[in-house]
């Protein structure tokens, strides 16, 4: 930029300009939530991961009113990003506990290395690694003696044991008060499949005021969870085979598709070592690395080059101990 156009900056203000232009040219990202064009009739969010916790819109409203007096700015942004996109209170689907896309996270942890091969090389790593995680899934499913997947099954489980510290009062045999020592009430709608804690209705899980009604009149709460949740569905997850190519002298490839001539992009490397870290968005925080050695901070604990601290076995009194020699 100095030598081209006789202007000089830091990366960091030009990586902030280029956020600004973008958005300038291709819009907020809200607003392309709303102009999806691929599943219409798929319902999005905006994942966040305190305010969107909230199932019921009293809480809502009361952490709303709490950031409108800290900062009437960022409860502006909230407002006018529709709460139906990012609040669980406001939500018209159904989350099934998931809020983030943590998932993607995962896998840049895992393909971090293979990132740095060429194009098709990449490509089959990717394919080999789905092939291995689809068999090794597929035989877990098949070992699953529960109804629901391990991790909801677990969930049940802990609604169980939550339920029993509650109170029951019947309306008729489908609607319940639960209630709990501190004078918290719930109503439960059997018929309807719905609890005033919202999460029976969000996570399509008995929440813990249900199970006590199931545990009270000897229902099979299995039978009120979502069929996602259960060892079938999982195992039609990855019931799809990610088949091998083999070697590309026995390809048979179209001449249509042989006579195509793909040429690399037109572009320019720039100086100094390419980035392999994704440069963090606005609002986000880097994590600085601790040692669980030492807890000091810049590596871990497999690259720390101190020694290891030698643990010393304690000693009892009564070796320590002597008797002075009378005189």
Known sequence: M???????FNYLRAWGGKEAALISLRGDDAESYNANLVYPD?????????????????????????IRGRNP?????????????????????????IMTTNIT???????????????????????????????????????I???????????????????????????????????????QIWIVDMSERTCTCRRFQVDQIPCPHA??????????PYNYCSNYYTKNYLYACYSSVVHPIGSAEGWDVPEEVRSQIVNPPNTKRGPGRSR???????????????????????HNRQT?????????RPTTRSQHSFTTPSS
């Open 2 to 8: 100095q030598a081209e156009f006789g202007v000089s």
């Open 42 to 66: 798929a319902v999005f969010g905006i994942c966040v991961q305190h305010l969107a916790a909230n199932l019921k819109t009293s809480e809502l409203h009361r952490h709303m009113e709490s």
């Open 73 to 97: 700015d960022m409860h502006r942004y909230l407002v006018q990003a529709d709460p139906t996109k990012w609040s669980r209170a406001y939500f018209n689907g159904w989350r099934y506990a």
């Open 105 to 143: 996270e995962s896998l840049n942890s895992v393909d971090r290395k293979a990132r740095l091969m060429l194009v098709g090389f990449l490509v089959e790593w990717l394919r080999e690694l789905l092939q291995r995680w689809f068999v090794e899934r597929r035989e877990e499913a098949l070992k």
């Open 145 to 183: 003696t529960s109804k629901l997947a391990p991790k909801a099954d677990k969930l049940i489980r802990t609604n169980f044991s939550l339920g029993l510290t509650v109170t029951l009062r019947p309306a008729d045999q489908f609607e319940y008060a639960v209630s709990n020592n501190a004078g």
């Open 211 to 220: 199970m006590a009604i199931y545990n009270h009149r000897r229902i099979d």
């Open 276 to 298: 392999v870290r994704r440069i963090l968005s606005q609002g986000e925080e880097h994590e600085p690395i601790r040692c669980g050695r030492y807890n000091s901070y810049g």
């Open 304 to 312: 720390c080059t101190n020694s290891v601290p030698l643990r010393v």
